[in-house]
């Protein structure tokens, strides 16, 4: 059966009879995935299947598309994706977009489709030109005072952070880090239809208004935990102790002027807040941090970044190590602790001769009694007891005392010791011990830069620190009540500088190193605080070692000076297998006394400087500061049950708990050096798997160690 069928096309609200005609002698069928084959098909030059308004081909392009383009099959499609040259070939009401599709249409080769795309935008915008104009010259004469709202905004918001370094007021800073985050807020509203524009400059605004209002909000959360009031003074008691060598005791509660008159139970209550302000901080730093650093203001932004990104590690770190941090700051009990401030330039086991001492009781977060004396003031004023000094000491001294209790390799006995004589001083019994040396603060000014002293014609830096603060003192300059009086201003001076500098980040990562490099030691007589204090502490070798053969040499200085500064030293091994397990080990040690011209003529400048006239105290001087022989006592640690062969009679032989120990005298004159060998041997555990290494551990303190 063949049937003709007419159908009309609805075009633009125009009817078009006659367009298309099909014959066919099977039904017509219309579902989504049929097909039907035209036989004859012919489209006239002036009617084109195209939208006119989307693209309008010329004579040329229609007659191509007549001649190669056009299929002969029309594909049913999606009825709401109506491609070019789409037909309606349904006369009734569409029932069902998914059982009775309503379009035929051809495909397109892809170049077409590009060229429509851009035809049409091309005939958008003539059309709409002069709209667009307006809307171009309307965004920049709006974006102008816009964007100086925005520098302002932000200029006035960082400037208020900025203050508040000197605000101690509860209220006063809750009102500034309000303002300043409103600051933010609105610059960060008005410049966010500029921020989707890629250009480094605008990611910069940014990055500076979003990390402003995250920064806020952080500070906001602990500015809002604040106290209303203020609770008092910093410094509560300042009594000058009428006993000779001491300082004047202060009790000393450092937030305080935050209205917080106990920190430990103010972060007790605030964890959760801490907790969310943690994360604003982290977010603020990845803010911050982000920025491509392309000028000055762009790496001060990632330098931020970095700081708010540490100090949201160590607010993580803290919260997570809460229970022990709040023990070791006297929560629930008061805990005391000792501070010694040793010289390295008279080597000790545990870093230098302990000349001055700080002690303290942290209860609930605050300072109290705290004292920063002359280690004299323990061995003069307070204990009747003379004690016999240890081997090594005696070479130097016949009494022993507080100023030589760092004798020890293992800091927890130090500790012991010094507990033993403070408590029968009559001072309250010691939690906790921490050991330094000046190697710290040199390293500290290498940061910081010169420090100058009122009344000190010559500034101290990392250079001039040891020889300069070791004849102020030595001289007794500018004494009031102890001579170590110039070192406690200079203290003092010191953590004004770092923080007028904002170098209190920069300090910790010095302090960190040393802790890392053993040259900080610390141990606790308080179980709990000691066990967690062990993990961040340097390992003894037979603790810890990576070899089974193991070599720990420990400096006594029994000079009576400070020529340790000018020791160089030099650790050699040789190792050859005996039989089976059994090794011989064959150590050298040598030290070379640098003490030179320069030297004497730079402790001389300080004589003229500081007006010490007296060639006697000038003879003195230049000894104490080097000018003299190095005599050091020395015990080599090495694996328990090592056996000495071949050495003479200046080599002792003792035992520890877990180390065979070789004693020996080193004397190095001045411009010498000297070198002292001898040979033992030991037993290997395991020996199938070592391969013949020596490892050497490295004393605190020591200057200058060359290992070979």
Known sequence: MTATRTLDLARHGEEVSDILSINTSEPIDLREDAKIRINRFHTTETLDLAIPEVVDPTRWEAGLLDMVSRPRTLD????????????????????????????????????????????????????????????????????????????????????????????????????????????????????????????????????????????????????????????????????????????????????????????????????????????????????????????????????????????????????????????????????????????RDEIRANGGFPGSILSFTLYKGNILDYHADDVYYYDWNLYPYKEIPPPGIALLTGSYGLRDVNYYPDFHETLDRANSFIERSGDASVTTAIAIHQGIIEDILDKTGPITLSGVAVSFDSHNFSRLMSTLVENRYAQVDTPKDILFRFGSALLSHIQSKNLSLDILDIMEKNRQDGEILFASRDTEIDTWLAQYQKKLPWQQSSSPNWIYPLWTSVSGNKSDRYIDRTYQATVKKIEGCKYENTITLSTHHTFAKSDTEELRSYFKQFNITDKNEQAKLEFIQGDGKNRAFVRVYVPLGSTLIGAGSDITVTSSEHATVFSTLIETPVGASTSKSWRYTLDIPACESYTGSVEWTRQPGLRSVIVK
């Open 76 to 343: 049913i499609v999606d009825p709401f994706s109506i491609p070019y040259g789409a037909l309606d070939v349904r006369r009734d009401p569409i029932l069902s977009t998914t059982t009775y599709p309503d379009l035929y249409a051809r495909e397109l080769p892809l170049s077409l489709v590009i060229r429509r795309v851009l035809h049409g935008a091309q005939s958008w915008y003539r059309h709409h030109r002069k709209q667009i104009g307006r809307i171009v010259v309307g965004l920049l004469v709006f974006s102008i005072p816009v964007l100086s709202y925005v520098a302002y905004a932000l200029t006035h918001g960082y400037q208020t952070l900025q203050d508040l370094a000197g605000v101690r007021t509860p209220e006063t800073i809750r009102t500034m880090i309000r303002s300043a985050r409103g600051d933010f807020e609105r610059a960060s509203f008005l410049f966010s239809p500029f921020s989707w524009i890629p250009i480094g400059q605008i990611d910069t605004v940014r990055r500076s208004a979003a990390g402003g209002l995250t920064l806020t909000r952080g500070l906001d959360m602990i500015a809002q935990a604040l106290p209303a009031t203020l609770s008092g003074s910093t410094v509560t008691r300042d009594i000058v102790d009428p006993l000779a060598y001491r300082a004047a005791a202060r009790d000393i509660s450092p937030l305080a002027s935050l209205g917080i008159e106990n920190p430990t139970d103010w972060i007790v209550a605030n964890k959760a807040i801490l907790e969310q302000a943690k994360t604003e901080l982290q977010s603020a730093g990845e803010i911050y941090g982000g920025v491509i650093p392309t000028g000055e203001r762009t790496i001060r932004m990632q330098k931020i970044g970095k700081t708010l990104s540490r100090l949201a590690t160590l607010l993580d770190w803290s919260l997570t190590n809460d229970t022990q941090i709040e023990n070791m700051l006297g929560h629930t009990n008061p805990q005391r602790y000792i501070v010694f401030n040793q010289n």
